[in-house]
């Protein structure tokens, strides 16, 4: 290979079937005062760690690489084996005419990961703080993931109210083609557990495949809000939603189903990407006979306007209203009538949940 080698960057994975995990080092070889070694990590969100390149310790990572048959290890690709828990490390070596060649799976020996601990020492760690890159930013990210076969939407909700603890889980499993197996749990406190499930003619998996391509969602799984942004008003309950969708990484890693979770924050920064996803899923589950939206169990609110935005965008519908009380109701002062007509006495609507308004 022709040209001197300045540096390498080393490409983790890390997968399973809940797990998903990418990290990626730069080690300079040609160093001055300005040099670092950095460490990029990106799970649930995206983390970096600067250390300054100590001459020694790099030193001995370049003769490392340097006794390497980098000719013979480029012409060898990696073997994919089907399992549900995926390690793989490759090694780009950077030339200084700008080309890159990759080593798939040559970073696996005992001396190469004690030198690239050694590097990345607490010694020499000068930052560590996590990133909160811009949707164009991420759109930039590429991860390569094979066709969605699955997908799951899990909203929560938590009050104070006794059952007013609610979790709904819809999950959507590809059975076969133009086929999906639909199911539904629903849990309500300490009372019993509601679950159903159907088989249904869809072609959901095609449309999230064009949507997951064309809006990058592996990357915008990486999507959180900045802890400086503001925040919505706090509530006597809160509520949660996200969307995970299943990739099948088995030509890729090696991982049948690889889950990249859309978070509740990305309700907020790309509610457009998240009302579409929304959507098709929604159109899958009405087109069965499960009922979506079990009895009410009791008091305490679930989901409504002015509380967790995400959780009310995913259709979690709020109990019908009673009857209208008549007009003639007797109100204490510290009592007011909800819209659905019910006579309350504290912040919330003890049958809706809505807040009290006009105070």
């Not at 996803?277 to 409504?304: L, R, Y």
Request: include cysteine; charge should be negative.
């Amino acid at each position: 290979m022709a040209g001197s080698i300045t540096g390498i960057r080393v490409r983790s994975v890390m997968c399973s079937g809940t797990f998903f995990s990418y990290d990626e080092t730069v080690v300079p070889f040609v160093l001055d005062e300005s040099s670092r070694v950095v460490w990029t990590r990106r799970h649930n969100g995206i983390d970096q760690v600067v250390y300054r390149a100590d001459p020694e310790k790099i030193k001995i990572m370049e003769n490392i690489i340097s006794s390497m048959d980098i000719d013979t290890l480029s012409q060898q690709k990696r073997q994919i084996r089907v399992s549900d828990n995926v390690y793989l490390t490759d090694i780009d070596v950077m030339y200084d005419d700008g080309t890159v060649v990759t080593l798939e799976d040559a970073g696996r020996s005992d001396e190469f990961y004690d030198a690239l601990r050694s590097v990345r020492s607490d010694d020499n760690k000068i930052s560590d703080e996590a990133l909160y890159p811009s949707i164009a930013e991420l759109m930039e990210i590429k991860e390569e993931h094979g066709p969605v076969v699955g997908i799951e939407k899990y909203a929560f909700s938590s009050g104070m109210m006794v059952n007013s603890n609610v979790s709904r889980i819809t999950t959507i499993d590809k059975i076969g083609d133009g086929m999906a197996k639909v199911s539904f749990t629903y849990r309500a406190g300490n009372l019993p557990e509601i679950h159903a499930e159907e088989e249904t003619e869809c072609d959901i998996f095609g449309r999230l495949n064009e949507l997951s391509k064309k809006e990058n969602i592996p990357a915008l799984c990486y999507a959180h809000l900045s802890p400086d942004a503001p925040r919505e008003i706090v509530y006597d309950y809160s509520s949660s939603a996200s969307i995970s969708l299943i990739y099948d990484d088995s030509a890729i890693t090696g991982v049948p189903c690889v889950k990249k979770t859309l978070g509740d924050d990305l309700w907020k920064i790309k509610g457009d990407l998240m009302h579409s996803v929304n959507d098709i899923i929604n159109e899958v589950c009405n087109g069965t006979s499960i009922d979506f939206n079990p009895a009410w169990p009791g008091p305490g609110p679930q989901a409504g306007p002015g509380n967790n935005m995400g959780m009310w965008m995913m259709n979690m519908t709020p109990p019908a209203p009673v009857p209208q009380q008549p007009a003639q109701t007797v109100l204490d002062d510290s009592e007011w009538l909800c819209t659905c007509g019910t006579k309350n006495a504290g912040k919330f609507c003890c049958n809706c949940g809505m807040p009290r308004t006009g105070v």
